[in-house]
């Protein structure tokens, strides 16, 4: 076979996927909130019913892992065990209870002329959700597109290939269980990376595409995408500490922010002090980040202050490095952070430590990003945090749906207009 | 100078209206209500107070247009006078009386740890808005973005370019005179059609793209570019006349709803009817559709109970006519129109006339669409008719803002934190 034959089979075999699940999207819109929990539940008990062969796959996966040599890491984020199956399974459970986000009036309005209008949610259609690694990113994919009426084509990384398509028949399983159609979960059943690109350019079948993963992947959805892209760039994150900061409240947040977990989008990235306070607060701030195991990059004053600081390049101020690094500059004040933040930061996660109301209330305002703190850790930039349930990830774009994406965040509307006869004058 | 110098010139003059853009955008994010509305208020007398100036390039773009043998229909959109300059600085003062979207409290609640968090409208920051050619879009779309805190680079139609710029220097008099940056509002300073491909790949600049205008332009658009799109693609809109329909309520909305305006997005295209109702209703209503001047295409039904109707093509069913034509065609009931409409249509608007209430139900929460109606006319799909205000179209995406997109469609939110030294455990 030639790879231009192979190539057309590849493409017809993706639109056929695609073709399924804009079948299956139109059937899940009429599904009633009861039967996709019975969905989601018979799911979960399907992932635990069928452990063994997930397991029994997961092996084969890392096997061909640690032929291709991959880090310990990605083993580690590849490897499935007891434990991390029954957080699969719990996952989609805690799915399952959340509220149904589809059918939802979200405003009801009568015209002079007598039209009941209604704008009501709707899911979104059929989602495309391409990932790295992790083989449970399938299972809580899949889950939070069952919750919201969508259909899902799936596209795992390569390297959990084996393990995904296991976990894909378990939640398919549970979906004809409830009498839902299968094909609102589908895995693209290749490790062809041509299938990719062919899913960004499927208009016709896939209404949004959501990418999870680094950020050349990102880069290149965003680029070659022809459909809507919800997409988490990277969490270049910002504590800025002011001058009328509780030292007490500062030296707690910023570690917590940067080393709580150094490998979550939410985690600083950069800390910002007011000139006004940084010969005061910065030493004991930073004592507590080496005591951590931190190492610092400071600009010339911070070094000053530090000796144990290496210079910061102007590159590290957009750097995610999702490790115990953090970058760390003195601004003027709170004008001075903001005006660095929106420069430098990706719009995810910032936070502001200080008691002056004003302040406060500037840097909410101003600092142009999807979550904004007072006081508080920007650990806590994420959807559990605030109580959604599971989240696909924190959109960093600025058009809606902007931070955490749960549940409610993957839905649309429309305008359900109710009349008696009018025509229009 | 060659070629590749003159699109570098024109590329770093692009660059430089986007900085100039996304500065503005910062300090209209922060601009308040009564700003806002002066800016609107201010811009609407420089259009009163320059008329014989706007006339007058008015009449320079009307002379190219005359020498390039434009139609006569586009002659018409491109002409202003006393009437429709009224009416722009009318639609101004309109806009400035809408209530401010912006900082509007969508959601708050508090966490069981004591943080408080809010979602609060924001602008969407830079808006890259590409019409054709009436100059009227110059200030509707202007006033819109101003309205709604955004700053607005707009790409009018080249035959409108002397009228849109003079438009544009009254509404950045307007803005000047509220004290808010005047770059909030640009026009592409140049006719070369390369500005348009560089607009859409400017993402440092640019937030959301709204393209205005034919298939072509939008479809060009939504591949090109890297930002989101707002897109109104076309409205191939369908009346389904149920067997229970109440024949003189159907006769009325059918006429309407194609005959009323045939140029608008909402005007019908196609009308369905029912197999069980075909012999009696079809022929009263196609009688009033040819005494109003319509042309028929029909299918083999349709043709055996009209001898005046012509044959439809395939093509006729997804035709957007914008003329006094209309594609009849006999379906099984709701059934066989929901399959129709969802698969030939543009997901704009659709109605049904019936007085059986389930039907209407199962075709108002099937039809796939942004505006679904029951026994109301189609050209109702408009956000003056929804009591929106202005409008810069009809979104017929999948993903928000969907249908009618006003000043309220116009924003994002963000997620407001409030805590007391809160951090994650």
Aim: proline share 4%; net charge negative.
């Amino acid at each position: 076979m030639t790879v231009l034959e192979t190539t057309n089979d590849l493409y017809a075999e993706m639109r056929a996927i695609g073709a399924q699940a804009r079948h299956a999207a139109a059937l899940m819109a009429r599904a009633t909130p009861a039967q996709k929990t019975a969905a989601l539940q018979a799911a979960a008990a399907a992932i635990r019913a069928r452990g063994a062969a997930i397991l029994e796959e997961n092996r084969i996966d890392l096997a061909d892992a640690r032929q291709h040599a991959l880090s310990a890491a990605l083993l580690d984020r590849l490897a499935l065990d007891d434990k991390r199956l029954e957080a699969m399974a719990g996952g989609l459970e805690e799915v399952a209870a959340l509220p149904d986000p589809v059918g939802k009036e979200l405003a009801r309005w009568r015209r002079p002329n007598g039209l009941d209008i209604a704008r009501v949610t709707v899911p979104l259609g059929v989602i495309g959700i391409i990932y790295e690694s992790r083989p449970n990113v399938t299972a809580d994919a899949g889950g939070l597109s069952l919750r919201t009426g969508n259909a899902a084509i799936l596209r795992g990384g390569s390297e959990s290939f084996h393990s995904s398509r296991a976990i894909v028949a378990a939640l398919r399983s549970g979906i004809r269980q409830a009498n839902l159609p299968e094909d609102a979960v589908q895995l693209v059943p290749t490790r062809d990376r041509a299938a990719v690109g062919m899913m960004l350019t499927l208009t016709e079948y896939i209404d949004v595409i959501v990418p999870r993963g680094g950020r050349s992947l990102i880069e290149r959805v965003q680029r070659e995408s022809r459909m809507p892209v919800i997409a988490h760039l990277e969490g270049v994150c910002h504590v800025y500490v002011d001058r009328a900061a509780d030292l007490a409240k500062a030296r707690h947040i910023v570690v917590n922010a940067k080393m709580r977990r150094t490998g979550v989008c939410g985690a600083a990235e950069t800390l910002l002090v007011d000139r006004a306070a940084a010969a005061t607060m910065l030493p004991p701030i930073l004592a507590d980040l080496h005591q951590a195991g931190c190492e610092i990059r400071g600009d010339e004053e911070v070094r000053a202050l530090d000796p144990a600081a290496v210079p910061a390049s102007e590159a590290d101020w957009s750097t995610e490095y999702l490790d115990a690094i953090l970058s760390v500059g003195v601004v003027d004040g709170v004008e001075g952070a903001i005006g660095h933040i929106n420069r430098y930061g990706s719009h995810h996660t910032d936070a502001i430590v200080t008691e002056d109301k004003a302040a406060a209330e500037r840097f909410l305002a101003e600092i142009d990003s999807a979550i904004v703190l007072h006081n508080a850790s920007t650990q806590f930039g994420d959807g559990g945090e605030f109580g959604m349930g599971a989240e696909i990830g924190i959109s960093t774009g600025r058009l809606p749906p902007r931070g955490p994406v749960g549940a409610e965040q993957l839905v649309s509307y429309k305008y359900i207009v109710r009349g008696d006869g009018q025509v229009r004058p």
